[in-house]
């Protein structure tokens, strides 16, 4: 119930709908009394030799009005509760989206896509089953079992009321307890499922290994064990699911049975006439669907309210980024001055960075070279503020980094990651993601800085091709290319190149690097990389290892040097 | 992509009914299920008509009488008790027996598409994505579980339907009349619903998918949208796709709560006052009696009953037709690799020698890849092949591999016709290493040995030495019985590598054919990769595919290629001196060098 509780908040914003679905299902309740009731006065009627025109007329007339009654009410309820529940449902998915929006780093790494995913389908839809079915179930229920028995209490008998319906409890414990198991079986048929997609997947992809080894029919037998193990489990679901329906009707033919056992009694001693039964059998049915929605209610409140848990708890996680109030200063041919005394990742143990200090003059070009993991591409994710607790100062052009508007920033920044991402867009759209006002003139000029103009115009829609997930795959190089025009068509003061060029064949990287220095407007440029090929012509070089600088200088100084640089320089020579 | 419902309407009604007709066939294959579900309905229908006629009979002729006996009441109690737990045992019977045969009849279809898929040949998958043969063989499938469904409602519809309307029948003629009459606005209401609710609910799930996919993107691409400030516009984005779904579940809810079930109540009612009013008019005629009313107005009720689940199950139905026609596609298809002309393992393949005789290869319908080529390798020896990308190097590989099958010439191993070989001798002997390492959920021993029960664990730790694998798996915690999940990055993408190569060399193949990956790698792990293959190499005959020429700097013999033709074959040292293609490409490379 508790649930309810916590969801106040929306069924306080929607009272009038809520309140006018339940008035209306109070009406359809009251509508649904009548037919039983009606059926019965018939049958006395028949029976005493009293059915004339004018009682035919005045029952049919009744029945009549309690059926479009019931239309319309119905109509009216559906409306206003179903339509409650579709609107829990977009806010929350509003709320989730925009706080996924503004999260940082170490939140995408707690939290893995497939669980953040779940948060947005699943648990959302659990939790607007609360506001719909869960809402329509405690009201009807209490609304139609409520008023079905007041009325056959009033209009029948309440002896014979309290002893028919004992069974019925029954029916509300059968549908919570079937629902429970179901639910857990249909979770096991759920991993199956899953296990045996990723199977198909894995066969699917990894095709060309199987094949060349030879061993596509045990690739099928194996197949066959996992669907026999899926056939087990949904065998059981199967069965559970089978039950509901007879149990129900046993039930109520319990029900039918005391009925019969008592109520001949009272018809023998003429306490209520048989009409008087044939309406009360008739209620008996009116009950059927609360004790069950009764039974199914505890299973909807208590998913509900786990996943509604769980959704709060993200969106009550704090991110790391800020921004601080002071923040209407502007950049202009801005130098870098980068000094940390020690940075450590806010989960990690040791600092990733110690004592690395560097300045960069506007214009000029700076190459970071290092083994993998020794600290690269923190440094860049320090200049793109991504986590601003460090011990040290960045200051860029004259002031502390933290002191600008993210905006501000990072619109000088133009930054060229490691794994190029492209949106489900056209290439021109992906180009111009930064700001989608960038005509086509602008972009395609950063498209030939980066070199990817003429592959794009081979295309067979031009800048209009749809990219990313769901349109064609480009090469890993021309991601890259295109990521790099990204980066350029904003005109960034400081480009960061994060090996950007890895899948970039020799000769396009050159042209790319000439391009830049002649054709783009002046900029700063940081440039990390594997190939020491790529910095050799940065106006210094730093190399890291271990979060630390040891080495710097300009290209032909440290090839003279004792150290990882010559070394690596040898060595990658040799690989050609 | 088409949409589903866009496939479904391009499909005549005869091709629809031949798709139900042929998965209908694959029912066939669990008949006594199905059989056994029919029979239960049948009960479960009949005890539904006798069930409601023995209350009439009670309350006619007993409940009218002054006095009736203790014993008559119990005993008819327990008749109806009896009645009621044949007909609960029967429903149970009809759904579990239908689902049942359903699952089963779903999952021999899924193994039939999985078997099938293991005898196409590559072309299917090099131009089919793996995402969308997954999609068939799970998703499809489940579809046609539900189109199951359809059936399994309709049944139970159906024989309710008839059997109430004979219940009527036999008690008044007239007052069943009357009923009936509502059949045909019953099933224009269905025809109705169906229509409106089918494209409304497609557009429902089309908007749903979209939102998915938008919050997927973003979170994938978070990085580059909060480094371009672009949070506001993508959630204005957002907020569209999220309104538009808002619009379409509310056109759903609006269409569900006037054409679904508030309208089969609203035609019952109607109905049950047109019968009502038939036995009235009979009051004049004669008796009408209490139980009567009772039985038909509950007869009435099971009329229209199963009208509403049978309308619900209806949009499975198009999904079920498009999801048969996708999957007997694959059944039917052709495609399948070249093949052997000899069936028995008679060992053919011993030292590893190639020649390729006037070989040209063009694929189906297209211009011709390869175009009279000619060489020898003899066993033990290393030829490496170089060229432009489109020159016809993979293309080689594939033929060589028996992926594809070639036109002209003649390729022998050990002197014998590639065609004639035995299968599993070919892919014994031959061994493919692909730069692109690709693994398997399972741990290390099953990754190198797969499924093949011949190769000891001793033999995988040969392998495993012999490529310098053996020295980090004994870092790990659990060895070679670590598992390995090829989602996750636990191990470096080297360390990765090297155990794909340890699969193919744990084989122990004769010949070595090695495709090299374009992108670069860190040289620390290039290194060690280098260094393993050039063990692998030693004792057997070695093709590779290079792209950058310091990997085949030391085979025996380079060949050139260039569209498809061999332009220059020889060392790299007398290619150098020709001063041609190869030294142009060598140029090329050797001058980003410096």
């Given amino acids: ?576 | 992509m088409e949409t589903t419902q866009q496939k479904y309407q391009s499909l005549t009604t005869k091709e629809q009914l031949h798709i139900v007709h042929r998965l209908l066939g694959f029912a066939a294959q669990y008949r006594q299920s199905f059989l056994l579900s029919m029979v239960a309905v049948l009960v479960q229908s009949v005890m539904n008509m006798l069930l409601p006629r023995f209350l009439q009979h009670y309350m006619d002729t007993y409940l009218v009488r002054t006095t009736l006996a203790e014993k008559i009441i119990i005993v008819s109690a327990a008749f109806y008790l009896l009645g009621v737990i044949i007909r609960s045992a029967a429903q149970f019977t009809t759904t579990f027996a239908f689902n049942m045969g359903s699952e089963y009849m779903l999952e021999s279809l899924r193994r039939a598409l999985f078997a099938k898929l293991h005898r196409l040949g590559m072309s299917y998958f090099d131009r089919t994505p793996a995402g969308s043969i997954v999609s068939r063989v799970n998703n499809d499938t489940a579809s046609i579980a539900d189109f199951m469904q359809v059936f399994l409602s309709g049944m139970v519809g159906i024989f309710a339907i008839v059997t109430a309307f004979i219940a009527m029948w036999l008690t008044d003629r007239t007052a069943a009349l009357a009923v009936l009459a509502f059949l045909p606005l019953l099933i224009l209401s269905i025809w109705v619903y169906s229509k409106y609710s089918s494209s409304a609910y497609r557009y429902m799930r089309q908007k749903l998918s979209e939102i998915n996919t938008r919050i997927s993107e973003t979170i994938q691409g978070i990085e580059i949208i909060q480094n371009f400030r672009q949070q506001p516009r993508i959630r204005q984005e957002f907020e569209q796709t999220n309104q538009e779904y808002l619009q379409s579940r509310r056109s759903m809810i609006k269409i569900n709560s006037l054409l679904l079930s508030p309208i089969v109540n609203l035609l019952y009612t109607l109905a049950l006052i047109a019968a009502l009013y038939v036995l009235g008019l009979h009051t004049h005629l004669g008796l009408l009696q209490a139980g009567m009313i009772y039985a038909f107005t509950t007869y009435i009720s099971q009329f229209f009953n199963p009208i509403t689940n049978m309308m619900d199950n209806l949009s499975f139905f198009q999904d079920g037709v498009v999801a048969g026609y996708r999957s007997f596609k694959i059944l039917d298809s052709q495609e399948y690799g070249p093949q052997q002309t000899v069936a028995d393992n008679t060992p053919c393949i011993t030292a590893g020698a190639i020649e390729f005789r006037h070989v040209s290869f063009a694929y189906p319908n297209g211009p011709e890849v390869l175009h009279d080529i000619s060489f020898k390798v003899p066993a033990g020896a290393s030829l490496g092949i170089v060229g432009h990308t489109g020159s016809g190097k993979s293309t080689l590989i594939n033929i060589m591999l028996r992926f594809y099958e070639y036109g002209q010439g003649q390729i022998l191993i050990d002197g014998h016709d590639l065609r004639q070989i035995p299968q599993a001798q070919l892919r014994q002997k031959i061994g493919l290493v692909l730069q692109d390492s690709y693994l398997f959920y399972g741990d290390i021993n099953f990754n190198i040995r797969l499924y093949n029960q011949n190769i000891s664990d001793r033999q995988i730790q040969a392998a495993a030495q012999l490529v310098d694998a053996d020295e980090f798996i004994q870092q790990l915690p659990q060895q070679y019985q670590t598992v390995i999940n090829p989602g996750g990055s636990s191990l470096s993408a080297g360390q990765r590598q090297l155990i794909s190569f340890a699969r193919t060399i744990a084989a122990d193949p004769k010949i070595l054919v090695l495709d090299e990956a374009t992108a670069n790698i860190d040289t620390e792990t290039e290194d060690l990769i280098q260094a393993s293959l050039k063990r692998m190499q030693q004792g057997r005959t070695t093709i590779a595919i290079a792209h950058r020429l310091s990997t085949i700097k030391h085979a025996n013999h380079i060949l050139v290629l260039d569209q498809g033709r061999i332009v220059e074959y020889g060392t790299h040292q007398s290619l150098l001196q020709q001063r041609g293609k190869y030294y142009e490409l060598y140029k090329l490379q050797e001058q980003d060098a410096i």
């Fill in chain 1, 1 to 576: 119930m508790g649930i309810f509780k916590k969801l106040w908040w929306f069924f306080y914003k929607q009272k009038r709908r809520y309140l006018i679905g339940i008035l209306f299902l109070f009406l359809t309740a009251l509508s649904n009394l009548i037919i039983p009731r009606a059926i019965g006065q018939f049958a006395d009627w028949a029976n005493q030799r009293q059915l004339t025109a004018g009682h035919l007329g005045q029952l049919l007339g009744i029945i009549l009005a309690a059926g479009l009654g019931q239309y319309i009410f119905r109509y009216a309820w559906r409306n206003q509760i179903w339509g409650g529940a579709a609107d829990l449902e977009r806010q929350l998915r509003s709320q989730l989206f925009w706080h996924y929006l503004n999260m940082d780093d170490t939140f995408f790494q707690r939290h893995r896509i497939g669980d953040l995913m779940a948060r947005c389908t699943n648990d959302i839809t659990a939790v607007q089953n609360v506001a719909g079915i869960g809402i329509l179930t405690f009201a009807d229920s209490i609304i139609t079992g409520g008023t079905t028995i007041i009325a056959m209490i009033l209009f029948v008998d309440w002896k014979l009321t309290l002893i028919a319906i004992i069974p019925l409890p029954f029916l509300a414990l059968m549908a919570a307890v079937l629902g429970r198991l179901l639910h857990q079986r249909f979770a096991q048929a759920q991993a199956a499922f899953s296990q045996l997609s990723n199977k198909t997947q894995e066969s699917m992809t990894g095709i060309k290994v199987i094949k060349t080894l030879g061993q596509e029919t045990e690739d099928i037998a194996d197949f066959n064990q996992q669907v026999d193990r899926t056939i087990a489990i949904n065998r059981q679901v199967n069965f559970i699911d089978a039950l509901f329906d007879p149990t129900t009707g046993f039930i109520i033919g319990l029900t039918f049975v005391i009925t019969i056992l008592y109520g001949s009694h009272l018809i023998l001693q003429q306490v209520i006439t048989i009409g008087q039964l044939i309406a009360f059998v008739g209620y008996i049915n009116n009950l059927v669907w609360p004790m069950f929605a009764i039974g199914r209610l505890f299973n909807v409140l208590e998913r509900g309210n786990a996943s509604y848990d769980r959704i709060q708890s993200i969106l009550h996680e704090p991110s790391l980024i800020a921004e601080h109030p002071n923040a209407n200063l502007s950049l202009n041919r801005p130098d870098l001055d980068f000094n940390i005394q020690s940075f450590t990742y806010p989960d990690g143990q040791q600092p990733v960075l110690s004592k690395v200090q560097f300045t960069l003059p506007f214009g000029q070009t700076l190459g970071i070279v290092g083994r993998v993991g020794s600290g690269k591409s923190t440094i860049v994710k320090l200049l793109l503020r991504r986590f601003d607790q460090y011990q040290g100062l960045i200051k860029i052009g004259g002031h502390d980094i933290r002191s600008y508007s993210l905006d501000t920033l990072l619109q000088t920044i133009g930054y060229v990651p490691q794994t190029s991402f492209l949106f489900s867009t056209t290439v021109q759209n992906n180009i111009r993601f930064g700001d989608y006002a960038t005509n086509q003139q602008q972009v395609q000029k950063a498209a030939q800085l980066g070199d990817i103009d003429q592959d794009i115009q081979n295309l067979t829609d031009g800048y209009q091709t749809l990219v990313g997930e769901r349109g064609i795959s480009l090469s890993g190089g021309q991601k890259q290319r295109v990521s790099i025009a990204r980066a350029l068509v904003k005109q960034p003061q400081i480009l960061i190149l994060d090996d950007s060029t890895s899948a970039v064949d020799a000769k396009t990287e050159v042209e790319i690097t000439h391009n830049l220095r002649t054709n783009a407007p002046k900029q700063s440029t940081i440039i990390i990389s594997q190939r020491l090929r790529s910095v050799m012509d940065a106006d210094q070089i730093i190399v890291l290892e271990a979060g630390q600088i040891i080495q710097r200088g300009k290209h032909v100084d440290l090839i003279q040097q004792p150290g990882w640089y010559a070394d690596m320089w040898q060595r990658q020579q040799m690989n050609y």
